[in-house]
């Protein structure tokens, strides 16, 4: 790709309204933001004087909050606690006029909740409250039903999976199933001990962590990278993979193409929490609008350089995407 993007505000238009159906682990992510000025004196440990505390969409819900904040619009299914923190995920989904009819309060399992605390824009430390074992069979066989029948509303899927339970095989291998049958394009957000479940899907989004364990490979080089990305898409018969490279950009691959690189158009990078959520709620959104895969990687790849300039998880906006989209075109 010897180009970033061109036209990008036409695809952006071309993309509001349409629905993406999200199915993966919910999460909250809560931070804690403060400043240090002295060492604790009971353990060689900073103090944090807490300034604020703020709660932001998480995991998959964070793929919904980028999709909405593009103009799409979402149906959601997945599971949280019948908690505090579950009940306020379903406010904000309502808030955020996210079809919700999928999301199950588990009075078995906590909400997912990832804390973290950030003293002078750093992250200091961060603790995880969740259950991470598989969804029953009961709860497995309700988000199918309910995937099934929210499908043909949707122009595209994604599969946001943590491993928090949510993305079973039998779960994974009937909703790809039922998705190739609708012809409704599938985007894998993934973890890379759960590469052996894709099988079948239409494109994954790895970072190059997740494709050296999902290929069995060490990437140190571009060759590396290649063989790496065609092993894949032949281990997983899926027609495109995504590998996402930080400040190097992206790298397309195409089944019986040479792969395409695009380059990166972050201008600083903060904080990459949350950017893989980005980068598959904005392919999904243009997959379900109807764009070309390279497009639809070239608009994720503007996307993904947009969120790491900001600290803590936050979501692409239409109006950052075009002001990013004119100063890439007046460069």
């Known amino acids: 790709m010897d180009r970033i993007i061109v036209n990008g505000e036409k695809f952006l238009s071309k993309m509001k309204g349409k629905k993406v159906l999200v199915v993966g682990d919910l999460m909250i992510d809560q931070y804690i933001w403060g400043d240090v000025s002295r060492v604790s004196p009971e353990a060689p440990v900073p103090v944090v004087g807490v300034k604020q505390e703020t709660l932001r969409l998480g995991g998959a819900a ?52 990832k804390t973290r605390i950030i003293a002078h824009n750093q992250q200091v430390v961060r603790f995880d409250r969740e259950e991470t074992s598989p969804v029953g069979k009961e709860t497995e066989a309700i988000i199918l039903g309910m995937v099934i029948s929210l499908l043909p509303e949707c122009g595209a899927m994604v599969i946001s999976d943590y491993a928090k339970g949510v993305i ?129 990687a070239r608009l994720a790849n503007v996307a993904a350089g947009v969120v790491v300039g900001e600290v803590g998880t936050v979501p692409i906006t239409r109006e950052q995407m075009k002001t990013r989209f004119r100063e890439i075109e007046g460069s």
Not at 251 to 260: A, M, V, W, Y
């Open 62 to 113: 964070n793929v919904v909050n980028n999709i909405i904040s593009l103009g799409g619009a979402v149906e959601i299914c997945g599971i949280a606690g019948d908690d505090q923190m579950g009940r306020w995920l379903v406010r904000e989904f309502d808030k955020k006029s996210v079809g919700a009819r999928g999301v199950i309060l588990d009075g078995e399992r906590p909400t997912t909740i």
């Open 168 to 296: 079973t095989p039998t779960l994974l291998k009937e909703v790809v199933s039922a998705a190739n049958d609708a012809a409704v394009p599938i985007a894998v957000d993934p973890k890379s001990s759960h590469f052996a479940m894709y099988r079948g899907v239409t494109v994954l989004t790895p970072n190059l962590l997740e494709a050296a364990a999902g290929s069995g490979m060490v990437i140190g080089s571009m060759q590396h990278l290649e063989e790496a990305g065609s092993r894949i898409i032949s281990t997983l018969a899926c027609p495109y993979l995504i590998i996402t490279r930080g400040d190097q950009g992206m790298t397309l691959f195409t089944r019986g193409q040479k792969p395409q690189h695009v380059p990166a158009v972050a201008r600083e990078v903060y904080d990459v929490t949350g950017a893989g959520d980005t980068v598959v709620a904005t392919l999904a959104l243009a997959l379900a609008a109807g764009l070309s895969m390279a497009d639809s």
